[in-house]
């Protein structure tokens, strides 16, 4: 995919090495975006296609919204970056109030990071740092689960349960972590909403606590709903057998709400969703609409009055952050993405849509080849037939989703749909319909 002209190189794809893709396939016949407006993109063949994962679940407010660029924009003019060391900036401030007035409970103290991976290893470091300033310090244990998502830094993938993601760096993950099974279980297949089997699967962090010491483990990390895996919503009474069980051994509860955050689930997050509160709390993706790159962490009031009276005064508490920690321009984003929620209650419209894109999506068990159907909120997932290896299924159907005219999320086999908020019910239709001809179109090709 090059045209050369002596040493002049253009309209090469080779020099940009691609994240999470079949590079040499996609070179071949790339899917070039080249606009986004609202729910739709358009592509360099000026095909238009509908978007039904909300990009990569972090437009739910749509694409290209007027406020989010006009405050960019703004900001850029007055101030564009500033330390986050010792200084600061007075939209980091606003920001956090505004995001702690969505939070449950006394989850009110906010520390930004760049995404949703780096967030996580932020929510790692706070509980081990918590433990230590307690005179806990033998607390260093983390109980994951398997085929969680937690990114793709070294403390993400090690406590996260995704073997592709893991297996090429398995001798450099971290030590003393350990995993949950999975909620996916054979009788709880094309189930709607909460399944009712499969909560006695959170006593595996009692039989956990049991084999190591409880007093040795710092947290257990899990998302709600298993959302880059392909939409694992958990069993009824899961969730609060987990809370149960941390309580009872002192273990910190985090809860990775990257996907789930903001909406999602019909609520501003999945922990008040399923009235389970978390003592750590991951976001990012939608906090800016997915405009500027941004990560957030929420913590208990208790976490950071324990580490800040643990150092003296005038030292520093959290050696912590990065170089785009809070910088002026996201936090711009994020105060205009705060003021789009509150202006078209944008949770609500998720909550009131979700009954009607559920049953929309379930309408396709009919189709021969579709083994599972499942979702919660305004996110679904849908498993296909393995062939021959896993993943080669869901890439071949993505492709002709793609060719219908549909945008979604492919992981594995399992096809990901969940639309931005500001949908109505004929987009669902559309989707439907581009979902039903996409994967129709997959099966008869083979």
């Given at each position: 995919?090059?045209?050369?002209?002596g040493?002049?190189r253009?309209?090469?794809l080779?020099?940009h090495?691609?994240?999470?893709?079949?590079?040499?396939?996609?070179?071949?016949?790339?899917?070039?975006m080249?606009k986004?407006?609202?729910?739709?993109y358009?592509d360099?063949?000026?095909?238009?296609?509908?978007?039904?994962s909300?990009?990569?679940?972090?437009?739910?407010a749509?694409h290209?919204?007027?406020?989010?660029?006009?405050?960019?924009?703004?900001q850029?003019e007055?101030?564009?970056?500033?330390?986050p060391?010792?200084?600061?900036?007075?939209?980091?401030?606003?920001?956090?109030?505004?995001?702690?007035?969505?939070?449950?409970?006394?989850l009110n103290?906010?520390?930004?990071t760049?995404?949703?991976?780096?967030?996580?290893?932020?929510?790692?470091?706070?509980?081990?740092?918590?433990?230590?300033?307690?005179?806990?310090?033998?607390?260093?244990?983390?109980v994951?689960?398997?085929?969680g998502?937690h990114g793709?830094?070294?403390?993400?993938i090690?406590?996260?349960?995704?073997?592709?993601?893991?297996?090429?760096?398995s001798?450099?993950?971290?030590?003393?972590?350990?995993?949950?099974r999975?909620?996916?279980?054979?009788e709880?297949?094309?189930?709607?909403?909460?399944?009712e089997?499969?909560s006695?699967?959170?006593?595996?962090?009692?039989?956990?606590?049991?084999?190591?010491g409880?007093?040795?483990?710092?947290?257990?990390?899990?998302?709600?709903?298993?959302?880059?895996?392909?939409?694992?919503?958990?069993p009824?009474?899961y969730?609060?057998?987990l809370r149960?069980i941390?309580?009872?051994?002192?273990?910190?509860?985090?809860?990775?709400?990257?996907?789930t955050?903001?909406?999602?689930?019909?609520?501003?997050?999945?922990?008040?969703?399923?009235?389970v509160?978390?003592?750590?709390?991951?976001?990012a993706?939608?906090?800016?609409?997915?405009?500027?790159?941004?990560?957030?962490?929420?913590?208990?009031?208790?976490?950071?009055d324990?580490i800040l009276?643990?150092?003296p005064?005038g030292a520093?508490?959290?050696?912590?952050?990065?170089?785009?920690?809070a910088i002026?321009?996201?936090?711009?984003?994020?105060?205009?993405?705060?003021?789009?929620?509150?202006?078209?209650?944008?949770f609500?419209?998720?909550?009131?849509?979700?009954?009607?894109?559920?049953d929309?999506l379930?309408?396709?068990?009919?189709?021969?080849?579709?083994t599972?159907?499942?979702?919660?909120?305004?996110?679904?997932?849908?498993?296909?037939?393995?062939?021959?290896?896993?993943?080669?299924?869901?890439?071949?159907?993505?492709?002709?989703?793609?060719?219908?005219?549909?945008?979604?999320?492919?992981?594995?086999?399992?096809?990901?749909v969940?639309?931005?908020f500001?949908?109505?019910k004929q987009?669902?239709?559309?989707?439907?319909?581009?979902?039903?001809?996409?994967i129709?179109?997959?099966?008869?090709?083979?």
């Open positions: 995919m090059a045209i050369d002209s040493n002049i253009s309209n090469s080779e020099e090495w691609m994240p999470f893709t079949s590079n040499r396939d996609y070179k071949e016949s790339p899917r070039l080249v986004a407006e609202g729910l739709y358009t360099h063949h000026g095909n238009k296609l509908i978007d039904a909300s990009g990569l679940f972090c437009n739910p749509g290209s919204r007027s406020e989010i660029k006009e405050a960019v924009a703004n850029l007055q101030l564009d970056y500033v330390q060391f010792q200084q600061g900036f007075e939209g980091s401030f606003e920001l956090a109030r505004k995001i702690s007035k969505h939070t449950p409970d006394d103290r906010i520390f930004f760049i995404c949703g991976s780096s967030a996580v290893e932020t929510a790692i470091k706070t509980a081990i740092a918590y433990f230590k300033a307690k005179g806990e310090g033998h607390r260093s244990h983390i994951g689960r398997e085929r998502y793709m830094n070294i403390g993400g090690s406590v996260g349960g995704m073997v592709a993601n893991r297996k090429t760096f001798n450099i993950l971290m030590p003393n972590v350990h995993h949950l999975h909620t996916h279980l054979k709880n297949l094309f189930v709607k909403g909460e399944p089997t499969g006695y699967l959170a006593d595996d962090l009692e039989r956990i606590a049991a084999n190591i409880p007093e040795n483990i710092a947290a257990c990390i899990v998302e709600p709903v298993a959302g880059s895996t392909g939409t694992l919503v958990p009824k009474g969730l609060k057998k149960e941390c309580d009872k051994h002192g273990i910190l509860l985090i809860f990775d709400e990257v996907i955050g903001w909406g999602r689930m019909g609520e501003p997050f999945a922990s008040q969703a399923f009235d509160t978390p003592d750590i709390m991951t976001m993706k939608a906090i800016t609409n997915g405009v500027m790159p941004l990560g957030a962490v929420a913590s208990r009031e208790s976490i950071y324990t009276d643990a150092s005064t520093i508490e959290f050696f912590h952050g990065y170089t785009y920690s002026p321009v996201s936090m711009a984003a994020g105060l205009a993405m705060q003021n789009i929620i509150e202006k078209e209650n944008l609500q419209r998720s909550k009131e849509m979700s009954p009607y894109f559920l929309s379930f309408s396709l068990k009919d189709i021969d080849g579709i599972d159907i499942r979702g919660y909120g305004m996110m679904g997932g849908i498993d296909i037939n393995l062939d021959e290896r896993p993943g080669k299924a869901g890439y071949s159907c993505f492709k002709k989703l793609f060719e219908a005219g549909l945008s979604l999320k492919a992981t594995g086999d399992c096809l990901i969940a639309p931005p500001i949908c109505e987009h669902i239709d559309e989707i439907i319909e581009k979902l039903r001809t996409g129709t179109n997959y099966f008869k090709s083979k």
